[in-house]
């Protein structure tokens, strides 16, 4: 059957007037299912074009790096492989991923985006592509360039979308004078705001990155070691919509975060080290929801941040016992 293309497409922001992990879900038989690779390992071709200050090889070699941040988690199993330079464009939707500069003047706030033709059958990716814009300035020096952007962060945060993860909510911003937004601190590489030039912070994966690309692709004992929490957001007793739920382990000083995706306000949150968790609950309303949810599907804002009376005990593999969280209006 041909697959068909999902528009499902996930931009990394600077200053974009904007603020966990959350997959990128499809529908199969009309229940939602994460979106992932089938096929291992997974090859993508580089465009053979470079911008200044950076060649087509240390393009190549800057997503390469940012590809084997990835692979290198031991509770996940995912493997990409280069398949050489290409001609073919990102987005051509030809069932061959591409990665490569392109030059988008008109979206001035986008460093970069990722794109998916998803096998709407079967939840499987068939072909992601990740354009990064021509129009900034990027460097691959290793210590980064103060007055560019660093690839190798960028690539890392766009090669997670590449391998089914939406955006993270666990970040801090600050609204700036020009409506934008500054990034303050951030618990996640997938979080939508980059840091700005220079920073090369996130080449390393944190822990709710971690969790999410292990949930996806659980290997090494990733089930049988970390703990799943799960339970419901309610006001006045009925379910709240697109809450972000995070768990931040006394142990490990460990965050990681969820969303309730449904009118039920349920959530899921997997890949918690055993042991007990403060539980947080806040509106995302320091963010663009856009980021993070479709437009198609209202989320709820109006409550307060609210931390669950009681710790969650997050058992060595398992589910602890379920809970609910009940947030007061504004
Ligand atoms: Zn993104």
């Known amino acids: 059957m041909k697959p068909v293309v999902l528009a499902l497409l996930a931009a990394l922001a600077f200053s974009q007037p904007l603020h966990a992990y959350l997959h990128f879900t499809g529908l199969r038989a009309g229940k939602p299912v994460a979106i992932t690779w089938e096929r291992a390992p997974v090859r993508w071709f580089a465009t053979d074009r470079g911008v200044p200050g950076v060649s087509p090889s240390d393009f190549q070699a800057a997503m390469a790096r940012a590809f084997s941040v990835w692979e290198a988690v031991p509770t996940a199993s995912i493997a990409f492989q280069f398949a050489g330079f290409s001609g073919a464009e990102p987005f051509e939707d030809d069932g061959v991923s591409v990665v490569g500069f392109q030059d988008e003047p008109d979206l001035d706030r986008v460093l970069g985006a990722t794109g998916f033709l998803i096998d709407t059958v079967t939840g499987e990716i068939v072909e992601a592509d990740i354009f990064f814009n021509s129009t900034f300035p990027w460097s691959t020096a290793a210590g980064g360039d103060p007055d560019r952007f660093d690839l190798e962060s960028v690539a890392v945060h766009e090669a997670g979308h590449f391998l089914g993860l939406g955006h993270s909510a666990l970040g801090e911003t600050e609204p700036r004078p020009d409506g934008g937004r500054r990034v303050l601190a951030s618990g996640a590489v997938m979080f939508p705001i980059s840091f ?94 856009d980021s993070f949810f479709s437009a198609r599907s209202p989320i709820d804002l109006d409550f307060q941040v609210t931390f669950h009376p009681r710790l969650f005990a997050a058992p060595r593999g398992g589910t602890g016992e379920p809970f609910t969280v009940a947030v007061r209006p504004k």
Not at 197 to 216: F, I, K
Not at 234 to 244: D, E, K, L, P, W
Not at 247 to 273: C, H, K, M, P
């Open 196 to 289: 700005g030039r220079g920073v090369t912070h996130d080449r390393e994966l944190q822990p709710d990155d971690v969790a999410g690309v292990s949930a996806l692709y659980p290997d090494g004992g990733f089930r049988a070691e970390t703990g799943v929490a799960r339970g419901r957001v309610t006001r006045n007793g009925a379910g709240v919509r697109g809450a972000h739920v995070v768990a931040y382990s006394q142990q490990t000083g460990r965050l990681v975060g969820g969303f309730t995706l449904n009118d039920g306000g349920e959530f899921e949150i997997a890949g918690l080290s055993p042991g007990a968790h403060v539980i947080r609950v806040e509106p995302l309303d320091d963010a663009d929801v």
